[in-house]
């Protein structure tokens, strides 16, 4: 693949309102444009349903779009964010297994409104209220229900208080083993990258890594607002060991975080090494 050529700067981790996002995808694209980006991916939780509205809109804006999701996964506790990029979406295992987290993430809400809804005036019509056309259902969606209802003042308020784990409220979340997660991916065609793998969450342990990278991970965003900066350390030692792709990305969410389209990009050369390496779909040059 790559016979075109994509134009940077290159922001490859973007949200619309189809997950946790608050703009739709062709505004996304919009937004990124706007702020200097010329490569964007649209990387909704575990859906690919704005592909073809951010797509039309990057074509329509002369960029390039990088077809992308975040996968959420888990090991022992410890959430694991995959970023996939140019996988193909009619791939039936991944289908199967996206199809299983998205009506997770659902159940839980709905779950999770009903308990809330106990002590405070919240219903499930107020949550559905907050979500946009196919949007993967989640916990910033319940957020946004309590701001419109004045509980909370804002996302960051929510997530420290009511929606925190550690209140009654809160029901876990299905998540699929990170080392599978890969094996999926990459049996989709797809490139898997680790998404800000040096947060708050911490850096996953060198086992995990080891069995990610045997199962065919590409790479980590180290260039991200929230990593640490021994954390990435670390992981550069590794890229360096094992020649991995390295990242850049905003993880924009339009008013729902003040990360900005562009804030962190991606090389050029680790851009086209992705689209090579894939075999999935192909990125939309505009």
């Known amino acids: 693949m790559g016979a075109h050529r994509f134009r940077g700067p290159s922001d490859l981790h973007l949200h619309s309102e ?4 608050t703009q739709s995808p062709a505004d996304v694209m919009r937004a990124a444009r706007e702020h200097g980006v010329r490569t964007a991916a649209l990387t909704d939780h575990d859906t690919t349903a704005g592909w073809a509205d951010a797509a039309a809109a990057a074509r329509a804006l002369q960029m390039t779009f990088m077809p992308g999701m975040e996968m959420s996964t888990r090991h022992h506790g410890r959430s694991v964010h995959l970023l996939a990029y140019l996988f193909d979406p009619e791939d039936a295992a991944l289908r199967a297994e996206i199809d299983r987290v998205r009506s997770s993430r659902r159940d839980r809400a709905r779950t999770m409104t009903d308990r809330i809804g106990r002590d405070y005036d919240l219903t499930w019509a107020d949550v559905l209220a907050q979500t946009g056309e196919e949007a993967t259902i989640g916990r910033p969606h319940i957020a946004d229900a309590l701001i419109a209802k004045e509980h909370v003042r804002d996302r960051t308020e929510a997530f420290a208080g009511i929606l925190n784990p550690r209140r009654e409220y809160y029901v876990a979340l299905y998540s699929p083993d990170p080392v599978n997660a890969v094996r999926l991916v990459v049996g ?62 905003s993880d924009y969410h339009g008013a729902g975080k003040p990360n900005l389209p562009g804030e962190h990009t991606t090389d050029d050369e680790m851009v086209q090494r992705i689209i090579e390496r894939s075999s999935g779909t192909e990125p939309v040059y505009g």
């Not at 189809?18 to 996002?21: F, L, Q």
């Not at 980590?220 to 929230?226: A, I």
Request: hydrophobic share 40%; proline share 5%.
């Open 18 to 21: 189809r997950s946790d996002g």
């Open 188 to 249: 989709a065609g797809g490139v898997p990258i680790i998404a800000h793998p040096a947060s708050r969450g911490g850096v996953p342990s060198d086992d995990v890594l080891a069995a990610m990278l045997e199962a065919g991970l590409a790479g980590f965003e180290l260039d991200h607002r929230e990593n640490h900066a021994e954390g990435v350390r670390h992981l550069a030692r590794l890229v360096a060991e094992r020649d991995l792709i390295v990242t850049g990305s």
